[in-house]
């Protein structure tokens, strides 16, 4: 399956702050990358879809302006927290989507951000 | 709303023996069905896919499918310790040609 990448793997920052995480697609040209949040002893939820060259689409209760997503090249899509507060903090972690037909997803290894 | 509904667990199973996980869903349109493993602190990795009717084996996983009674299910031979983990069932919406409607996960707990 595809190889994904994550940076930062770990993130600790002060509330207020904004904080941006990478997600790379190393060996495969990923025009749609997800984003997940996953809150420590629940499931994935699925925050937004990543089109590469357009705009993302976000999940309903997901705010736009908050997480900020870039996807600028198939093999890049940036996710940005902008003014992190403590409730932000979770796992997040992007996927991407091998096959236009099959529809498997590889993931990341994921990024947890603390809040403080 | 679309679901997938997994039991929760945890399931407790002895080594050696075989664990059963089990997965429905609503979507009558859903056309594929993965399996993923999760450790604890770790993203998930794909370890079974299936879309047809029926069982399929690989090595010690075999997923089993029946769309008419929109059921999934994976069975793990020889279970071992290293196989403890949450594992997510996966169904593609038959509406999207990419999204997936996730399960909460079944935790498996293997005991030497």
């Known amino acids: 399956g595809a190889v994904v990448s994550q940076h930062p793997s770990r993130v600790i920052c002060k509330s207020g702050t904004s904080v941006k995480i990478e997600c790379r697609s190393l060996?495969?040209?990923?025009?749609?990358m997800f984003w997940y949040r996953q809150f420590p002893k629940q499931s994935l939820m699925l925050m937004a879809t990543?089109?590469?060259?357009?705009?993302?689409?976000?999940e309903q209760g997901v705010e736009k302006d908050k997480f900020l997503i870039n996807h600028a090249s198939l093999t890049l899509s940036t996710l940005t927290v902008t003014s992190a507060h403590p409730e932000d903090s979770s796992f997040y972690i992007c996927?991407?989507?091998?096959?236009?037909?099959?529809?498997?997803?590889?993931f990341g290894p994921g990024t947890r951000l603390t809040v403080l | 709303q679309k679901e997938v509904e997994q039991n929760s667990g945890p399931l407790s199973v002895p080594e050696g023996a075989i664990a059963s996980l089990n997965c429905t869903y609503s979507?009558?349109?859903?056309?594929?069905f993965f399996w993923y493993r999760q450790y604890s602190g770790k993203s998930p990795e794909l370890i079974m896919f299936?879309?047809s009717n029926g069982d399929k084996e690989d090595g010690r996983f075999t997923a089993q499918l029946n769309k008419a009674s929109q059921y999934v299910s994976l069975l793990i031979r020889d279970s071992q310790p290293s196989d403890s983990a949450t594992y997510l069932c996966?169904?593609?919406?038959?509406?999207?040609?990419?999204?997936?409607?996730w399960g909460a996960g079944t935790k498996l707990i293997i005991k030497p």
């Open positions: 996927s991407v989507q091998q096959g236009a037909v099959r529809n498997e997803q590889f």
């Open positions: 060996d495969f040209q990923a025009t749609t």
């Open positions: 990543s089109n590469e060259g357009s705009k993302a689409t976000y």
């Open positions: 979507d009558r349109g859903s056309q594929s």
């Open positions: 299936i879309y």
């Open positions: 996966a169904v593609n919406s038959g509406d999207s040609n990419y999204q997936l409607i």
